[in-house]
């Protein structure tokens, strides 16, 4: 499976085991950028149809497994139907594929400084990015593209001296208005 024996990390993951869970270091999160080329370029491909492609069975109202995986950067990838709070958003709702990293040894702030930097090689140079923070303050990097797509990406730590996590999320939104370069032009009189 390893060629020749397997790789050091997960050889002192599996002696630390009984001690505590397993954290990427940066030997092992090396491929953590071709891991988000795969998701931006396989996210991005899949959104227009509302990720039908890669959509698995359901896992509750509005979620579902997903049928595809990026590289062991990724713990877990859903397909997430936000469109029944459509309501709550003044009509626009959307799908979403949702990937969560495994753990991480990195500040939140520091990881998503480079997840910004890895995102940024594999997005179209027509995707615009902004940032902000959600509701619980949380930061967030998005870039937003034509006719509703876009990728997101967060981090946060999963206990105060805990190793951090990392999603990122490919959006279809509907009910969004056309950008100018895709409307219709006006009617003449």
């Known amino acids: 499976m390893f060629g020749s ?4 990390f ?4 599996v002696a630390a085991l009984a ?7 940066a030997d092992a999160t090396a491929d953590r950028s071709g891991d988000l080329a795969a998701f931006v370029h396989g996210g ?7 990720f039908s492609s890669v959509r698995g069975s359901r896992i509750d109202t509005s979620k579902f497994s997903a049928l595809v995986n990026f590289g062991p950067t990724f713990s877990i990838c859903t397909v997430d139907d936000d469109t029944a ?3 709550e958003n003044g009509g626009i709702s959307a799908w979403s594929l949702d990937c969560d990293s495994q753990p991480i040894d990195a500040p939140p702030a520091d990881l998503l400084a480079q997840l910004k930097s890895e995102i940024s090689a594999s997005i179209p140079a027509s995707f615009v990015p902004t940032t902000f923070q959600d509701a619980d303050g949380v ?8 006719s509703g797509l876009a990728i997101d990406a967060y981090a946060w730590r999963t206990a105060s001296d805990g190793p951090s996590l990392f999603r990122v999320a490919a959006i279809h939104l509907i ?7 895709e ?5 003449r009189s």
């Open 19 to 25: 001690v505590a869970p397993c954290v990427a270091n």
């Open 139 to 146: 930061p967030h990097v998005h870039w937003k593209g034509p």
């Open 85 to 87: 709070v459509a309501m």
């Open 10 to 13: 997960l050889v002192a993951c």
């Open 5 to 8: 024996a397997p790789p050091a």
């Open 44 to 50: 991005l491909a899949a959104a227009p149809n509302n």
């Open 175 to 181: 009910g969004m208005p056309p950008p100018p370069s």
């Open 183 to 187: 409307a219709l032009p006006p009617k």
